[in-house]
Nanobody, 120 residues
Framework: QVQLVESGGDLVQPGGSLRLSCAAS????????MAWYRRPPGKQRELVVR???????VYADSVKGRFTISRDNAKNTVYLQMNSLKPEDTAVYYC??????????????WGQGTQVTVSS
């Protein structure tokens, strides 16, 4: 069984910063792409940023220059540094990983989500 556990969500004022973490555990052989998605209130889930195992990234236009994704392959962990936060960044943030388990099967896995609220 593979689990993704996020942490770091909080209430922060506009202009502030937060760092989200997501650690994968279980019968993991390899992790390919990892990503952060978010679901703003009343809206559908959307891609924030995606990172390949080699470090290639794709950011949503709305977060370019403010958010930075990174990963530690040895720890099966992905991070999201969020700076200059805006009220429109308020959402539940979800971690996603394309996991290859010890039986060599590949599947997408999701974390449970962590709430980020940007408000004064």
């Amino acid at each position: 069984q593979v689990q993704l556990v996020e942490s770091g969500g909080d209430l922060v004022q506009p202009g502030g910063s937060l760092r989200l973490s997501c650690a994968a555990s279980g019968s993991i052989f390899n992790i390919n792409d990892m990503a952060w998605y978010r679901r703003p209130p009343g809206k559908q889930r959307e891609l924030v940023v995606r990172i390949t195992r080699g470090g290639g990234t794709v950011y949503a236009d709305s977060v370019k220059g403010r958010f930075t994704i990174s990963r530690d392959n040895a720890k099966n962990t992905v991070y999201l540094q969020m700076n200059s936060l805006k009220p429109e960044d308020t959402a539940v943030y979800y971690c996603y990983a394309e996991v290859q388990t010890s039986d060599r099967l590949i599947s997408g896995r999701w974390g449970q989500g962590t709430q980020v609220t940007v408000s004064s």
